[in-house]
């Protein structure tokens, strides 16, 4: 059965505080930051802000989580790679220079967040440690430990975990829910989340578009309805006098401290990617002689170093042409392309780019860490168009932000479910039906670690699909139209389990969300109900890289082939192979089997066209006409039911 709304109501914590109420303020607050890593917009400290009673913010890097791997069925890989663990630090320095900046301080440390917080409140308690004020009998409402809700069921858990552990210290854990554009509370009944579920299971799938329809309707017109984001404090209250005392001492056993910054060491991360795909130990990785790695980027050392910077089409907030973590870079960005550039206006012509740095807005890693807020976001393009006017184009980014809700109330209603091999079908119904969508085989996925290996290093001999791979890989970004491509390919075309790919997303991507991440790997399986969307990544390449640029830019095997053959390497004769000095099967990888199409060889000079020989029929029911034209829809990264073709097509994409 569907997970109810209550699930979220009832983490959301009693109503806040108002400054001057001394029956209901704490004694002193705390305030845990996770997935919200800014001070614009962020719920819980403009409530301590308000409640003015001592507070002390803290992060807690659980090695638990980042050195975390996936289960030996799903390759036992760590989940959390480099660029990731990189991108969150630069997002924790930054938060912890501008709570400096308004009088206040971050302490950082290494742990499990169920244990590290009773010992600071415990620590926090201790006559040795606090001023005669603090040393009063505790009482239970002492210590409000502030924390922003999650939907996933890992981080539940931990919140329930340490809220236990918290009311053992006559304290109390407070969630607030403010990860998404619409906060659930705010719902007209008919789209809220107990209506999702309800007619999720009536038609066995989840289905974006009826959702967002009737939102707009209910409301009246789009982007009614939304709380406005919260300024950022001027001042914060004054650390806990424990603290203040000794920043850097903590209670023994616990690493860290107000002026602590872990590494990736520390926090059991691999230094590179080859380390994470072969599950070499982060301590050995560092040992091993530069010729025993395998290049998963095609140049020398990309992929491998996380220090490395791609000058791709990733987009940079620096000279070091790469992203950088932090709500300072994040608000940069907002202001970069929204206001100085004016990205709105050519947006949905352009987000199905490949190679750049602005054909779309790139704030998907800062809305992942919490650096943004989707309402930040919102209340700057609403500022575009008072000045240039609202257009279809501009109305996209919106739309985007709204797949972003969408997949927080699937994963709030599928519970662990979303993480199944069947996908979050399975809330919906114990035999989710075949209907005109495809779930996984009852006897398991085909393919291999091999084909998956084969995937993961960009080395399928699909150029659209080896470049995506290898960017991702090298830089910890991929671009929509390329991580649709990838994942169709891994899950459709080699039958790989979905997860797998799901899970190196999770280990590569700075912009990892897991209701994001893993509900469009669901979709792109084709377990989310409707319609499934199969790409042919030789015709997307064609269509969306027709110079073949980008896929010259991440192989450098193929750049000197003709630009008729860069799309099929196989497509071209013995002597343009040799005369680019990229011969298939030895410089160049032959294309993997697909059980979607196999190439015909063109070493003996006949098909060179490269055209797929069509073999079957689309498991979806579709004829092998339709098949050869390429993704029914044109590929949306997000599957969103039965929604019409305008919205599942090349306008549809969850990135924002």
Partial sequence: MPRSAAKVAMRRGPA???????????ARTMLWFRNDLRLTDNVIVAEAAAVGAPCLPVYIADPAVFGACTPPALGGRSRCGPHRARF?????????????????????????PVVVIPALLRAAASPALSTAASTAPPSPARTSVLVSDEPCPEEVATAEAVAAAVAREHGVLETRWQRTLYHPADLPPSVGIDSIAESSQRSRSYQFTSWRKKLEDELGQA???????????????????????????????IVG?????????????????????????????????????????????????????SDSGCMAESNSGRFVGGETAGLARVQRWIGEQGGLASYVDTRNGLLGADFSSKFSPWLATGSLSPRTIIEAKTRWE???????????????LLWRDWFSWMAVIAGPALFCPAGPLVALSASPP???????PKDGWKGGEAEF???????TGWPLVDAGMRELAASGFSSNRARQNVASFLALDLGCDWRLGAAWFEACLIDHDPTSNYGNWAAAAGLTGGRLNRFNSLKQSRDYDADGAFVRRWIPEIRKLPDKAVHAPWSSSKHVQESAGCIVGKD???????????????????????????????????????????????????NDGRGRRRETGKNAKHLV
């Fill in 16 to 26: 806040a505080p108002t400054k001057g109420s001394a029956a209901a303020a704490p």
């Fill in 88 to 112: 969150v630090l630069e997002a924790v320095a930054d938060l912890r220079a501008r709570l400096r900046s308004v009088g206040s301080d971050l302490l950082v440390a290494v742990g499990d």
């Fill in 223 to 253: 982007e009614r309805g939304i709380r406005p984001a919260l300024p950022a404090p001027a001042r914060l209250p004054p650390l806990w006098p424990s603290v203040r005392a000794a920043p850097d001492s903590l209670p023994e056993g």
């Fill in 257 to 309: 401290g107000c002026g602590f910054l872990p590494t990736l060491d520390d926090l059991g991360v691999p230094p590179t990617m080859h380390e994470v795909l072969w599950g070499i130990p982060p301590r050995l990785g560092a040992a091993i002689a530069a010729d025993t790695r395998e290049n998963l980027g095609g140049g020398p050392e990309i992929g491998l170093d996380p220090l490395v910077h």
């Fill in 386 to 400: 008072a000045a240039h006017g609202a257009s279809r184009s501009s109305y996209w980014l919106y739309f985007e």
């Fill in 434 to 440: 075949r209907g005109n969508g495809w779930r996984a």
């Fill in 453 to 459: 290996v084969a995937w993961a290093q960009g080395k």
């Fill in 588 to 638: 160049y990888p032959p294309p993997i089997k697909s059980v979607f199409a196999r190439p015909k060889s063109g070493l003996d000079g006949k098909g060179a066209d490269g055209k797929p020989e069509v073999r079957g029929r689309r498991r979806d029911g579709g004829g092998d006409k339709r098949q050869r034209t390429g993704a029914v829809n044109e590929g949306k990264w997000a």
